[in-house]
């Protein structure tokens, strides 16, 4: 039976791939699961209910940092998806720090310890964001790295730490870089949970600057089903672009967002632009699609109307 190791699990989208992991399709076959998480602001484990009964997992409250639980686990698995890390950009800007600290030293405790214990593959989930602004066209998995915040640095530190342990060491390592994940159950400080929490609780919503900065988005099912596939057949020391296939502005997204909540554009306050934004991210998808054959299965409207439906449910008033 194989033993996972899932980082970061009592998260937006760990949480959503322990459930598809677990799930009665049994994509890994007959699977035990052991999520570490140390339980930030972000982590809730609320979104684990649904499994906490199955007799293959198992919640060990840690930190990716702490080399002493990092090697004991490490010791009783035989894969790894990593995805524990401080995630929000807007945080990075204000307080740099612990972005380094989780991000940067957690991903070398954990590949040092995967790598005493021969435990691969290990999936590396880094984001699109470490290609910086894209401003045409679509980065391949050989794009140079420019990442612009704090947030996004820390990140491609981490991704070339992991892609370096596969070059000197040999170890199993994958590389998955997405783009932006939309889903029930994400924390609401990120655009979409953030607007639809504001907007159905009658508030006001800030739109960043004049609102054309344009992103990809990907429903984390989508996601989740591209990092199955990495896990069970992607190959070592390999990067894998995990894209969603709808490429919006801020600008459009935020229409789509009052339509759903039944809100106007007065509900809408224009504010300074975020330090450092980036324009465009975009990625090619290719690869993962011509070799895993990978590619996006939510239709955007009825995935987002489903979130919003799922925090009308659980974070209206
Ligand atoms: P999230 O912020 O919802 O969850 C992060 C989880 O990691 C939380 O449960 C938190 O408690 C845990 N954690 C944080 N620091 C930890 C530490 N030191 N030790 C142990 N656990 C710790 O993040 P998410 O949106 O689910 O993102 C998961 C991964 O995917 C991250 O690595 C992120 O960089 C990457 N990613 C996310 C997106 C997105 O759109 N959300 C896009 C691209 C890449």
Redesign the pocket.
């Known amino acids: 039976m194989r033993r996972v190791l899932i980082?970061?699990?009592?998260?937006?989208?760990?949480s959503h791939l322990v459930r598809a992991v677990l799930a009665p399709e049994r994509p890994l076959g007959a699977v035990r699961v052991t999520v570490?998480?140390?339980?930030?602001y972000?982590?809730n484990q609320e979104n684990l209910d649904a499994v906490r009964h199955h007799p293959g997992f198992r919640f060990v409250r840690?930190?990716?940092?702490d080399a002493v639980v990092v090697d004991r686990l490490m010791a009783e698995h035989d894969a790894v998806v990593h995805?524990?890390?401080?995630?929000?950009v807007d945080r990075s800007i204000a307080a740099a720090h612990a972005f380094v600290h989780?991000n940067v030293l957690?991903t070398q405790t954990l590949l040092d310890a995967a790598l005493r214990h021969g435990t691969e593959p290990f999936v590396h989930?880094?984001?699109?964001?470490v290609y910086g602004s894209v401003p045409f066209g679509s980065a391949t998995e050989q794009h140079p790295l420019a990442p612009s915040s704090a947030y996004s640095a820390s990140?491609a530190s981490s991704d070339l730490l992991a892609l370096a342990c596969h070059r000197t060491h040999g170890l199993d390592v994958r590389v998955t870089r997405?783009?932006?994940?939309y889903g029930p159950r994400?924390?609401p400080e990120?655009l979409i949970p953030r607007f639809v929490t504001r907007l159905l609780r009658g508030e006001n919503v800030p739109l960043y600057g004049d609102g054309e900065n344009v992103r990809d988005w990907l429903h984390v099912d989508d996601h989740c089903r591209g990092l199955i596939a990495v896990l069970t057949r992607g190959r070592p020391g390999e990067v894998y672009n995990i894209g969603g296939g709808t490429e919006l502005t801020n600008k459009e997204l935020t229409g789509a967002l009052l339509t759903a909540c039944d809100a106007g554009w007065d509900r809408v306050d224009r504010v300074a632009d975020r330090k450092g934004h980036d324009l465009r991210y975009s990625v090619d998808w290719s690869k993962i699609h011509r070799e895993l054959g990978y590619e996006p299965r939510r239709d955007f409207d009825s995935g987002l109307a489903e979130t919003v439906a799922w925090y009308r449910e659980h974070h209206a008033p």
């Open positions: 980082t970061g699990g009592a998260g937006f989208i760990g570490l998480d140390s339980l930030t972000a982590g840690g930190d990716i940092t995805l524990a890390a401080e995630s929000h989780t957690g989930v880094s984001t699109d964001e990140k997405c783009s932006n994940n994400q924390y990120k």
